[in-house]
């Protein structure tokens, strides 16, 4: 019954992707004539089956409860990159900078969690993921306040929360 389960959520995790693709495909060629279009639906077609053969495609590769959440989050880091961006240049300007490495502690329980949250980390101005190991991140920041900022956990628990 839990393998029916799973290859359900692979297949559909597969169909998401495809249609996700040809999407993409289609607003950034923006063709309407049939033989492009049928080329379209071929090359993602084809990269859909090579996502396929190579495991690439998972229900944690691409999980579909995250599409409804990805705006929401979109905002979030979009806030969080201005007022990141604000206080990097204001330590920039005043050149009260202290750089320092830190490693931080995630908890987000699967590889793309992890990886959101370094691509997060990278995202925002004065931070730098550097390595990541297991649930471990070596992160370089600008200063103590960036670091401190980090280390409050606020980021880890919006980003954990994109896959509850």
């Avoid at 590769?61 to 995250?66: A, G, N, Q, V, Y």
């Avoid at 604000?86 to 050149?95: A, G, Q, R, V």
């Avoid at 995202?123 to 992160?139: C, Q, S």
Wanted: no cysteine; aromatic share 14%.
């Amino acid at each position: 019954m839990a393998t029916k389960q799973k290859h359900s959520a692979k297949f559909l995790s597969f169909i998401v992707y495809f249609v996700v693709l040809f999407l993409l495909w289609y607003i950034l060629s923006g063709y309407l004539k049939p033989l492009l279009l049928f080329f379209g639906l071929i090359s993602v077609l084809f990269v859909s089956w090579m996502s396929y053969r190579a495991r690439a495609i998972d229900s944690d590769t691409f999980p579909l409860k995250l599409l409804l959440r990805l705006p929401f989050y979109w905002l979030w880091l979009t806030k969080e990159i201005i007022k990141s961006g604000l206080n990097t240049t204001k330590i920039i300007w005043s050149n009260n900078y202290s750089p320092e490495l830190i490693k931080i502690k995630a908890s987000q329980k699967n590889s793309t969690g992890i990886a959101n949250y370094a691509n997060a980390i990278t995202l925002t101005p004065g931070t730098v993921t550097i390595e990541v190991e297991k649930n471990d991140l070596l992160v370089h920041a600008l200063s103590k306040e960036l670091s401190k900022d980090l280390q409050s956990g606020e980021m880890d628990r919006f980003i954990t929360g994109l896959d509850k």
